[in-house]
């Protein structure tokens, strides 16, 4: 990597002992129904519990076969189901229908629900509408945190976005706080906690009211300091093209569980399962790399390799043993996952190269900026006119929306009825959902007012446009981008060089035209321990900030590595980019920082989330 | 100090004494003649019931309860049938066991609790006898009737009522009895005169203790003792019989010379003693008869009633109160007169150095000679908690600490703990509290138990300075005892809501451990609902109040906290509640006023009631989600004319919700499902339900060109989307001779270079090259080099005279392209001098 960490940075605390909970746990809850049993497990669930017991593991305690939750009628002999699964009204059905279905047939089974990470009052109700709330013994598998590295950990539920912020549905917001509670009981306790966000406030309510019904502990912190935040104080970023390697891997091969699949056209063979992670020593070294700076890289790495493997040439048979026996094995396992990640590089520059993908990230670009919005909503629409992508228009609608601050009325009506003959009427509710959540809005007529203020503002000077956007900020809904983006600097003056190899902000992420706002909110907060100076910042992004003293405020002050180690939480998902670009922060001021999401998103994954399409 | 010994009688080789303990508060009338008295063990409160066989209801018999030093707690006329034997449960709760079999239960401050029976059968026979004991198990009662059967309830608790079988011979009452527990069994111990019978659960057993003989006569008292190990029983001709309650050893046999039976015999004895005696009670003589045969006498003046105990007996008369005990085995090394125990030496030291004699430093000499000083220190402070005396308490504690200072690692913990637990002991044991415990009562009985034993008599303020002086946890401490005040103090009706309200927040505040909902709870109880919602404002957690505010029906409120609290399976409850509980209207207006709620409601219905669903939104005049939920349900429709109607309704509801875009669109969708239908039909094109773009894309696969430009124009689709569309479909079906005249057809809205790129993606050069020269000029670089023609897109390059074209040629070029390359390198130069 180009550029060293500084040599201070503290240790992160050692995650596998949230795994090893989370496995005996669910060892206990398998062994509380004796005797062989069968294991449904929702889709969703699967790769998640791989990371935490395999098979041999729900083996041993007596699990015969394993079947995945597929809502139709089970082919089970067992007399013994186990079923495990999210706290969904759904899958609950579907177990009553297989309960009801054997009792018409006579049949007798033990059936048990085993709930992840906790069960709902819904959940039960809908048992008891069913009549089967006393054929079922239900429990909870209290597995909230899965670590997928070093620095990452998710509560693998993507449906925490929609659920919390379209539907206006809290239920995951307790989830939240518990385990944001699981984590402060083993890693706090927590000098500071900060946040911005209605979802995060709450969250950290939620969390507070369980440590005050909790006994208290006094232990070493091994994490100082924590940032919640809402992933709808800051939709930009996640729609933004994603150019950091690890970023784009997730855009074009999607990870899952921190495991990706290379088809054929990777590995020039079958398709492999990779996991990626820091154990991974090539991917480690360029995950957090500017794609352009990728190949570069892997070449020098490639010829490093064989110079390793020259060696060999003129040894003697002792130093050959040694080679062989130590050596050998590590250059070999590397060059396996060069040649893979060289295979997924070329074809990523297969699909990226292309003149599109650089007209998009220009469009992105100049969106960002807000330069020749014409063009770009004319790019748009022979992007919706030839049908390139229905979630890549959708995603490229919505950032013109947040960055224009809503769009004129004729364009909207116009593009909206151009995207419904390209992918359907039904897209209608999708519009609706999106208008709800501010995503894609039309301007209401008294806000073209703000169109003109942002226009003004570029020619007049600073102080003037800041007057005019208090004015504004009290209008309804509304992203509010350009003027946040000029408060905090977010998109560098452009015309100026910027080398990728030497990244100087966290603007690198997206080719050093923007800065994501959740990490430079992070940064600044952080700076100034606390919301002081963002006043104007905030109110621009509907208030909801904290910053809260723990109850063990007076060592705060002591300057231990634990106030170095900062856990940002993303309600809502967060993107590989804004991870990157959090590593970064923490290598220029000498921060570790953990990435706890509800999931890791990414545009597609955000938009798809909110299709209504689907019947 | 001096005359410690001079109540000690002795007997074999263990000593008695008797210690007053109260001069009684109470003012009796009559003394204790023509009473049931009951009192309960542990210094427990004495309940009093005058003439109890009175029956007329002019003059009804006085209940009286008493604290044990005799201040009087309440007092009422029981009203209720006659009462056969009183007794007192294990929790301090008065039994009273009447003729008729039932058993009245009364809390201590006189306020009745419940009832229960002991059997249908009694009711006609008659309770003969009662007898209330305690067991492991709990407080028990066991009768005997007029059809001499007896009757067990082991845990009245836990009512099982037990009827144990007949007892052969037996006619009436038996001569005595005694209820037994042994062997996780209760059994009855009865005598018939001569004969002495067990019975258990099934059978009756005829046994003859050991070294009984015939000569004693028949038994007409018997006594167990506390524990059911040892039982005393006394003949008509005077013998006390003792031995263990197993009948398996004799202890001894004692001859009173008394041929009337006792009024009362109890056991005396102390934990781990050697020497169990019995106290028998006559009208004027009080006996301890002893295993060595011989026995001490006191003359009584006046009627008396005897108090078992774990360590001994107390006798209550109407003026006071004594406990009689025999001497603990520390006490006696220390206070028998020229001992020479450690502890005795001790003592004496102490006593010198306070006169500053230098005797002190003669016994210590010798105490320590024998290195027994730590001995001595540790029986100075058991012999404190053994005396009742504050004085001797004091000077044996000063002497223990005295020795103590010579001494190295010696635990203090002992002597610090008894002198905690001492102060407390005699704090409770004060007059006006009232509970008399020994040490060993108070260790057998436990700190835990104290405590709730004061809280239960309220004397909060005591308790609360017990616990803190203890250093006893919150938890378990005060909060324990701020929680009990507080239910009690929400019962004082003479009070305003408010008052209370005040005075609770102020003494309970923010305690660990305290519930307000369990406080409000407890006003609830009483009927006092708007001090219970003044209550469940302090509390902290919304979501505990919640389940009470529904139980007050305050389903408004019980939702706003619910929604409060976060906790949304609370909020889901409430939700559940209220749907049942109220009307539908209601109902739905209800969550119109709380967002989270309605959004988790309307969640489930999406899932679990679509139909409700609709009926939200109506409500709501909710016209755009209504139109939405339409559309939705459209989709789920598989038939058209169905879908359409479905449809149909959309579109009036996008109407009413001004949304004519919307409404505009689903008009749009409606014709073209028609006309889908309609080709399908004619056709079988397979059209229905795809998007518009699909259909004008499957109608050009299909050749359909004539009903694609119908939609074309129909619909309003824009130039440029229809002639990206006729202009890829044209060239995947390889119709280059029909896209050439539609390129002619007019000027292309989406320029030429798109007819160059697609042709070239479908691998057709030749095609392409004719599209070439028809490109706009700006973009004829791109055009040649799209199709490979790179000397051509040099040429317009240099043409234009444009560096950054000039360069993308360049990019292009490979090194075999040598002249190409220096051409371009020089026009380039040239562009750059100028």
């Excluded at chain 2, 609370?570 to 207006?589: H, I, Q």
């Excluded at chain 2, 007819?755 to 070239?760: K, N, R, S």
């Amino acid at each position: 990597m180009a550029h060293s960490a500084r040599r201070d940075s503290p240790e992160l605390p050692d995650f596998s002992l949230l795994k090893r909970l989370a496995r005996d746990q669910l060892v206990y809850l398998l062994e509380q129904l004796p005797g062989k049993k069968d294991l449904f497990i929702e889709a969703d669930l699967m790769s998640p519990l791989d990371r935490i017991a395999n098979v041999s593991t729900l083996k041993e305690h007596e699990v015969d076969k394993l079947y995945k939750v597929e809502y139709k009628p089970i082919t089970s002999t067992s007399d013994q189901l186990c079923f495990l699964i999210r706290p969904r009204i759904k899958t609950v059905k579907w177990i009553c229908d297989v309960a009801n279905a054997d009792k018409a047939t006579g049949k007798f089974r033990r059936y048990k629900i085993i709930f992840t990470p906790q069960k709902f009052y819904a959940c039960e109700a809908v048992l008891e509408e069913q009549g089967i709330f006393g054929d079922v013994t239900t429990d909870e598998w209290a597995f909230y945190l899965l670590p997928l590295d070093d620095d990452i950990i998710s509560l693998e539920l993507p449906e925490f976005f929609r659920d919390n912020f379209l539907a206006g549905d809290q239920r995951w917001v307790r989830t939240a706080g518990s385990a944001l509670h699981l984590l402060h009981s083993l890693y706090g306790p927590f000098s500071k906690v900060y946040g911005i966000g209605r979802c995060s406030k709450m969250a950290y309510e939620s969390w507070r009211e369980q440590v005050a019904e909790g006994e208290q502990r006094t232990r070493q912190a091994e994490i100082g300091r924590v940032f919640l935040i809402d992933r709808d104080v800051d939709f930009v970023t996640p729609l933004c093209s994603q150019v950091v390697y690890e970023g784009l891997v997730d855009d074009i091969f999607r990870i899952k569980c921190g495991c990706v699949e290379f088809g054929p056209d990777v590995t020039s063979d079958k398709s492999v399962k990779v996991m990626l992670n820091s154990q991974d020593k090539v991917f480690n070294e360029i995950r957090n790399e500017h794609f352009s700076n990728v190949f570069g890289f892997l070449s020098q790495k490639a010829r490093n390799l064989q110079t390793a493997y020259d060696k060999r040439r003129g040894m003697d048979i002792k130093q050959m043993k040694t080679f062989v026996s130590e050596e050998l094995k590590g250059l070999k396992q590397e060059h396996r996952l060069l040649s893979l990640h060289i295979g997924a590089s070329e074809s990523i520059m297969k699909k990226k190269t292309k003149q599109d993908f650089q007209e998009l990230l220009k469009t992105e670009h100049s969106l960002l900026e807000g330069f020749e919005i014409r063009e770009c909503i004319s790019f748009i629409e022979e992007h919706i006119n030839r049908q390139v992508s229905m979630i890549q228009s959708l995603r490229l609608l919505c950032l013109l929306s947040i960055t224009e601050n809503g769009l004129m009325p004729k364009d909207y009506r116009s593009l909206k009825a151009q995207y419904l003959q390209s992918y359907g009427v039904d897209h209608l509710l999708t519009f609706a959902n999106l208008r709800h959540l501010g995503l894609l809005v039309e301007q209401q007529p008294g806000e073209t007012l703000t169109v003109m203020e942002s226009k003004v503002g570029k020619l007049v000077n600073d102080k003037t446009a800041g007057k005019l956007t208090d004015a504004f900020s009290s209008l309804a809904r509304k992203s509010n981008f350009r003027a946040l983006s000029r408060r905090l600097n977010l998109v560098p003056k452009s015309g100026e060089e910027y080398d990728l190899r030497v990244p100087r902000d966290m603007a690198y992420i997206f080719s050093g035209a923007y800065v994501p706002l959740s990490c430079k909110l992070i940064e600044q907060v952080l700076e100034r321990d606390g919301w002081t100076g963002l006043e104007e910042v905030t109110k621009l992004l509907n208030g909801n900030e904290f910053a809260v003293t723990g109850s063990n405020g007076a060592d705060s002050k002591a300057k231990n590595d634990a106030q170095r180690i900062i856990l940002v939480m993303f309600l809502g998902g967060c993107t590989f980019s804004e991870i990157s670009a959090l590593r970064f922060l923490g290598r220029e001021k000498g921060y570790k920082f953990i990435v706890v999401a509800t999931a890791i998103t990414n545009s597609s994954r955000l938009l798809e989330s909110l299709l209504d399409n689907h019947v | 100090m001096a005359f410690i010994t001079a109540n000690w009688n002795p007997l074999g080789e263990a000593f008695y004494r008797k210690t007053e303990l109260y001069e009684m508060c109470w003012n009796l009338r009559d003394g204790l003649r023509d009473c049931l008295v009951a009192a309960a063990p542990y210094g427990g409160p004495i309940a009093l019931l005058r003439e109890p066989h009175r029956r007329s209801p002019s003059s009804r018999p006085q209940l009286e309860i008493y604290s044990a030093s005799g201040v009087s707690i309440t007092s009422f006329p029981w009203k209720s049938g006659p009462v056969v034997q009183l007794g007192w449960t294990v929790s301090d709760e008065l039994l009273c066991i009447q003729e008729d079999g039932s058993v009245l239960i009364y809390d201590v401050f006189g306020s009745f609790k419940r009832h229960f029976s002991m059997g249908q059968e009694v009711v006609q026979s008659q309770v003969l006898e009662a007898k209330v004991f305690h067991s492991p198990y709990g407080t028990g009662v066991a009768i005997v009737t007029g059809s001499s059967r007896f009757t067990l309830a082991t845990n009245i608790d836990d009512l099982k009522l037990r009827r144990l079988p007949e007892v052969p011979g037996l006619r009436g009452r038996p001569s005595c009895w005694v209820v037994l527990t042994q062997d996780r069994q209760t059994k009855v111990l009865l005598s018939t005169g001569p004969e002495l019978y067990i019975l258990d659960n099934t059978s009756c057993t005829a046994v003859c203790p050991p070294g009984f003989g015939p000569q004693a006569g028949s038994i007409v008292h018997m006594s167990v003792s506390f524990s059911y190990k040892y039982l005393a029983l006394f003949t008509d001709t005077g013998h006390v019989w003792t031995g263990s309650s197993h009948l398996q050893d004799k202890l001894s046999e004692v001859d009173t010379k008394k041929s009337t039976p006792p009024k009362q015999m109890v056991w005396c004895r102390r934990p781990k003693s050697q020497q169990p005696s019995v106290v028998l009670m006559w009208d004027r003589l009080l006996m301890v008869a002893g295993v060595c045969n011989d026995t001490i006498q006191f003359p009584m003046e006046d009627q008396c009633v005897l108090v078992g105990e774990l360590d001994g007996v107390r006798i209550i008369s109407s003026t006071n109160q004594e406990l009689l005990q025999e001497v603990p085995l520390v006490c006696q090394d220390i206070f028998k007169i020229a001992s020479m125990a450690p502890g005795a030496l001790l003592l004496e030291a102490h006593r010198e150095y306070e006169k500053s004699s230098q005797k002190a430093d003669e016994y210590l000499r010798e105490i320590k000679e024998q290195s027994m000083l730590g001995e001595a220190v540790r029986q100075c402070v058991e012999a404190a908690g053994h005396e009742y005396d504050t004085n001797t308490q004091k000077s044996l504690l000063r002497a223990a600490s005295f020795g103590k200072c010579f001494l190295t690692d010696f635990s203090p913990d002992p002597f610090v703990s008894t002198c905690r637990e001492l102060r407390v002991l005699n704090a409770v044991r004060e007059s006006d509290v009232g509970l008399p415990l020994t040490y060993t009562q108070f260790k057998q009985m436990t700190l835990q138990v104290l405590i709730d034993r004061l809280v239960y008599r309220q004397f909060y303020p005591l308790a609360i300075e017990i616990c803190r002086y203890l250093k006893i946890p919150d938890y378990q401490g005060v909060s324990r005892v701020l929680k009990h005040w507080a239910s009690c103090k929400v019962q004082q009706k003479d009070l305003s809501d408010e008052a209370i309200a005040r005075a609770v927040c102020v003494k309970v505040g923010d305690s660990p451990g305290v519930s307000y909902s369990h406080i409000a709870a407890k006003a609830y109880e009483c009927g006092r609902t708007e001090l219970a919602i003044k209550l469940l404002d302090f509390e902290a957690r919304s979501g505990e109040q919640v389940p009470l505010l529904l139980k007050m029906k305050r389903s408004q409120l019980a939702l706003s906290k619910a929604v409060e609290s976060g906790d949304t399976d609370l909020v889901y409850t409430v939700v559940t509640y209220l749907k049942n509980e109220m009307n539908r209207g209601d109902f739905f207006m209800t969550l119109r006023n709380q967002p989270v709620a309605l959004s988790l409601y309307r969640q489930f219905c999406k899932l679990q009631e679509q139909e409700t669903l609709k009926d939200l939104y109506n409500q709501d005049d909710d016209h755009q989600e209504l139109a939405n939920y339409y559309v939705t349900a459209s989709y789920r429709e598989k038939r058209l004319d169905s879908r359409l109607s479905l449809l149909q309704s959309a579109v009036d509801e996008y109407n009413k919700a001004k949304n004519e875009f919307s409404a505009k669109a689903t008009e749009d969708e409606m014709r073209l499902l028609r006309f889908q239908r309609k080709l399908d039909d004619e056709k079988g094109a397979g059209l229905l339900g795809l998007s518009l773009q699909a259909t004008m894309e499957a109608l050009l696969a299909l050749g359909l060109h004539k009903q694609a430009e119908q939609l074309y124009r129909d619909f309003r689709v824009p130039d440029k989307r229809y002639w990206w569309l006729k202009l890829k479909s044209l060239a995947e079906k390889e119709e280059w001779e029909e896209l050439e005249k539609f390129s002619k057809s007019k000027k292309s809205p989406i320029g030429y270079l798109a007819f160059v790129e697609v042709c070239m993606k479908c691998n057709n050069k030749y095609e392409a090259k004719k599209y070439v020269s028809k490109v706009t000029p700006e973009q004829k670089v791109k055009a040649h080099l799209a199709i490979s023609d790179l000397e051509g897109a040099a040429d317009v390059a240099i043409e234009h005279k444009n560096e950054s074209e000039m360069a993308a040629v360049l990019s292009r070029c490979s090194a075999s392209d040598r002249s190409l390359i220096d051409r371009l390198n020089r026009a380039r130069a040239s562009v750059a001098k100028k």
